[in-house]
């Protein structure tokens, strides 16, 4: 296969400032480092570009921008092209590079033109790369279904949750109110053993992270472990089955699951707090949707965040404060076990999508090794 370079493929050039105080309300998307992230009364281009995030923590991530859009100076985008190249090939081809490899390191992260002109490309015959992005394109379009399927099955869950409970801010249905003290036996969080990251075992007790907490879900992903030694300097903050896990800090701050049994035995450092609902009054699952309802939520992350700004923690104190609606026992069983049902098809759903994940990286690995056609 022949090969050629970014910089004598196709010239980048930066887009255009506007800030989202300039924007204009309008008909005319924005793009920005991470896609769209406004509109405006103006465009920049009649067809369609290939936008690369330029700086910060979206940097190198690559989109496809619609007709007739504005494209901010948070991304570069492909203003003369020397090479033919299909512009659907050529995305898929730019995502499969994490551009965000060639960023600067020092201070906030930036990707220049400069830093990729010498980054080697494939280049295919103009046949090849369509034949490559129609296959591309289909597997993709599977992945993208399956995932906005598993977010219908939480839109459900929410749904449920609202008519079997109605607004828990507002209480139209009368519930008894409580503190989240009154209903818990445990609320607190650990620490990260001393060393760091460095510190941590390739096996052993799990660590949890802020990172593994998301909301109704727990992600595997960078799972840290521990051993007995560090876990023992954490015996103030041993996870249980049916805890429910809330991060406290940072940008992940409020969201909520149920620590799966697998995980167990586990420690959580200070980002997470354990929260451990007296079984008698309230039960897990019903307590973890509860905080991740809309409404709930909205109201968290108002919490000490006075004058607009940006919520960066929540105390102990806060938590124990946070105002619970108590429904009948038997009522959140009943839903518990609704939940159960949706979410036995939600596992299935995510089978399905690991297994349209696999497919597209194996068919976005053979593509640009010239294997696919």
Request: charged letters at 25%; one cysteine or more; a positive charge.
């Amino acid at each position: 296969m022949k090969y050629t370079t970014i910089g004598k493929a196709f010239k980048l050039k930066s887009g255009a400032g506007l800030s989202a105080k300039k924007m204009i309300p309008g008909g005319f998307p924005v793009f920005g480092g991470n896609g769209i992230n406004g509109n405006h009364n103006e465009y920049m281009f009649e067809d369609n570009k290939i936008a690369i995030g330029r700086v910060g923590a979206y940097c190198g991530n690559v989109h496809k921008t619609e007709a007739k859009a504005w494209i901010t100076d948070n991304a570069l985008y492909i203003h003369e092209f020397f090479e033919e190249y299909n512009v659907n090939y050529l995305v898929f081809l730019l995502r499969s590079l994490n551009l965000n490899k060639y960023a600067s390191q020092s201070g906030q992260p930036l990707i220049s033109a400069g830093r990729l002109k010498d980054v080697k490309i494939p280049l295919p015959p103009l046949d090849q790369q369509k034949k490559i992005a129609a296959i591309l394109d289909a597997a993709d379009g599977y992945r993208q279904k399956t995932k906005a399927l598993i977010e219908k099955y939480d839109e459900l869950t929410q749904s449920l949750f609202l008519d079997m409970f109605g607004d828990p801010v507002s209480n139209p249905m009368e519930w008894e109110v409580n503190f989240l003290e009154q209903v818990t036996t445990k609320i607190g969080s650990g620490a990260t053993p001393r060393g760091g990251k460095q510190a941590y075992k390739k096996e052993g007790i799990s660590l949890i992270r802020s990172m593994n907490v998301y909301d109704n879900r727990f992600k595997y992903k960078n799972l840290a472990f521990i051993d007995e030694d560090q876990a023992a300097k954490l015996k103030n903050v041993i996870v249980e089955k049916g805890d429910v896990l809330f991060n406290i800090t940072g940008a992940s701050i409020c969201r909520s699951s149920v620590v799966p049994k697998d995980v167990l035995p586990a420690r959580v450092n200070q980002h997470v707090s354990i929260l451990r609902p007296i079984k008698s009054i309230i039960t897990s699952k019903f307590l973890s949707r509860f905080l991740i309802s809309e409404n709930v939520k909205t109201k968290l992350l108002g919490v000490g965040s006075g004058g607009g700004a940006v919520m960066e923690a929540i105390t102990k104190e806060q938590l124990q404060s946070i105002e619970v609606i108590i429904p009948p026992l038997e009522l959140q069983n009943e839903f518990s076990k609704r939940v159960q049902a949706i979410e036995a098809q939600k596992a299935q759903t995510q089978a399905s999508l690991a297994q349209a994940e696999d497919l597209f990286n194996s068919l976005l690995q053979r593509a640009f090794k010239g294997e696919l056609v």
